[in-house]
């Protein structure tokens, strides 16, 4: 098993839709969780740290399921901006080491 | 100093030379990361700095890859003897201990091909 898993997708949408991705982890213990954004060709790009309650920014809404190891992203009202890789990133165990799923890929379309 | 800086973009190389691969991260950022990522896949951990300690290195990394951070600033990535295999992305990233807040800051990362 992967220790950071996503499904990569192309996730495929019309502009408006509602769609979400999820990630799991293999570390029962890890603390840190963040999702990253990265564009074709591009550096990835801090999106969101997931705090354990839940956060929100903006149509951006990240979730942590502890008791089943998985994260999601939630993004509303897509925008054909949003077409990009969602990388999901889990500190395994409370590494200082970030640890990178293989990236879910979204494609919005008009 | 607005971001992190990697040095040079692109890079192609024959099979067999060494290459070095340079990284600025930002200047009050005492963590430092090398990554190396390859089409359809996330970024693969290779190494880590703490100012100017290699606290971790991966499995990945062979002994043909070897890295540095003099004075706890720049850092280099070095790779003899290079393969066809090692053509992806190198990545470089940098944070303060604040990682929550603010995350892993990268560079726009060298592109490595081996002809």
């Known amino acids: 098993r992967k220790e950071v898993e996503q499904d990569p997708g192309p ?17 029962s213990a890890s603390q840190s969780f963040f999702w990253y954004r990265q564009d074709c060709r591009k550096e990835p790009k801090l ?8 956060n929100e920014d903006g149509r951006f809404t990240a979730q942590l399921n502890r008791a089943s190891q998985y994260i ?38 008009p | 100093d607005t971001g992190v800086s990697q040095n040079p973009r692109h890079k192609i190389t024959k099979r067999g030379q060494n290459v070095t691969f340079r990284c600025d991260p930002i200047s009050e950022h005492n963590r430092l990361y090398w990554y190396r990522q390859t089409l359809g896949q996330g970024p693969e951990f290779l190494t880590y700095f703490q100012n100017e300690a290699q606290l971790e290195k991966s499995r990945l990394l062979s002994d043909r890859f070897s890295a540095e ?3 706890g ?42 002809v």
Do not use: W
């Open chain 1, 11 to 27: 996730f495929n949408v019309p502009e408006g839709a509602t769609v979400a991705f999820n990630c799991t982890y293999s570390n």
């Open chain 1, 47 to 54: 999106l969101m740290s997931v705090y354990s309650s839940g």
């Open chain 1, 72 to 109: 999601s992203l939630l993004i509303r009202d897509s925008k054909l901006s949003d077409s990009a890789t969602y990388l999901c990133v889990v500190n395994l165990g409370g590494s200082y080491i970030p640890t990178f799923g293989r990236g879910t890929s979204l494609i919005v379309h």
């Open chain 2, 69 to 71: 951070r003099p004075k």
């Open chain 2, 73 to 114: 600033s720049f850092s280099t990535l070095e790779i003899q003897r290079t393969e066809q295999g090692d053509s992806a992305m190198y990545l470089c990233a940098s944070s303060t201990r604040d990682t929550f807040n603010y995350g892993y800051t990268f560079g726009s990362g060298t592109r490595l091909t081996v």
